[in-house]
């Protein structure tokens, strides 16, 4: 149980273009989705917190219009990279917060642009 | 602030061969979590452990255990008899609070087992 299905595993875009990622969870409710990035060699940065219905809150130095994300419902939450520059790729990964669990990731999506 | 340390980054070990891990964290909260995950080169997260700050025992888990010593506030992670298929990135991290916050993750352990 608890698991995050996240699409697309890797995605190469080209620059000035934008990108969606999507995180569903498939068996349960995710009320908190947490989107990090990750670069090569280094550990997961947390972008922003997005609750369910309500806007995301983004760390100090994450772009809130470049890095738009979106949790309209309590299985979906999405973060569309806008007008995307090759310093954007990296690793984005989604995590959910599941009770009496802890946090399920999704598997990770792998963004160039070229 | 929360924080989590992973000193070493790379590790390399003979199969075989035992390693450990040192996770050392910062919390002014009496309550938290503390994790591990195993990062495969495929990227995904895998679960190992979770522990809260209230049970101090140690864990086994087939090759893998656990210490956690909220004296030294550590909570270190032992590979025993080291595969290759260990050959991975270990994070350690910690949740404030109930588990409803954030996860601060330290800087990853890359442990490379040589055949």
């Known amino acids: 149980g608890a698991v995050v299905s996240q699409h697309p595993s890797r995605v190469i875009c080209k620059s000035g273009t934008s990108v969606k990622i999507e995180c569903r969870s498939l068996?349960?409710?995710?009320?908190?989705m947490f989107w990090y990035r990750q670069f090569p060699k280094q550990s997961l940065m947390l972008m922003a917190t997005?609750?369910?219905?309500?806007?995301?809150?983004?760390e100090q130095g994450v772009e809130k219009d470049k890095f738009l994300i979106n949790h309209a419902s309590l299985t979906l939450s999405t973060l569309t990279v806008t007008s995307a520059h090759p310093e954007d790729s990296s690793f984005y990964i989604c995590?959910?917060?599941?009770?009496?669990?802890?946090?399920?990731f999704g598997s990770g999506t792998r963004l160039t642009v070229v | 602030a929360q924080k989590v340390t992973q000193a070493q980054t790379e590790i390399s070990v003979v199969e075989k061969e035992d390693v450990t891990l040192d996770c050392v964290y910062e919390?002014?909260?009496?309550?938290?979590?503390l994790f591990w995950y195993k990062q495969p080169p495929s990227g995904e997260l895998v679960f190992l452990i979770r522990?809260?700050?209230?049970?101090?025992q140690n864990e086994i888990s087939g090759r893998y255990s656990w210490n956690f010593q909220k004296s030294t506030s550590s909570f270190n992670f032992t590979i025993t008899a080291s595969q290759v298929v260990d050959s991975a990135v270990y994070f350690c991290?910690?949740?404030?609070?109930?588990?409803?916050?954030?996860?601060?993750f330290g800087k990853g352990n890359q442990v490379v087992v040589i055949p």
């Open positions: 995590s959910a917060r599941v009770v009496n669990y802890g946090y399920t």
């Open positions: 068996d349960f409710q995710a009320t908190t």
């Open positions: 997005s609750n369910e219905g309500s806007k995301a809150t983004y």
């Open positions: 919390t002014r909260d009496t309550t938290y979590y």
């Open positions: 522990r809260n700050s209230f049970d101090e």
């Open positions: 991290a910690l949740s404030e609070g109930y588990g409803n916050n954030r996860l601060a």
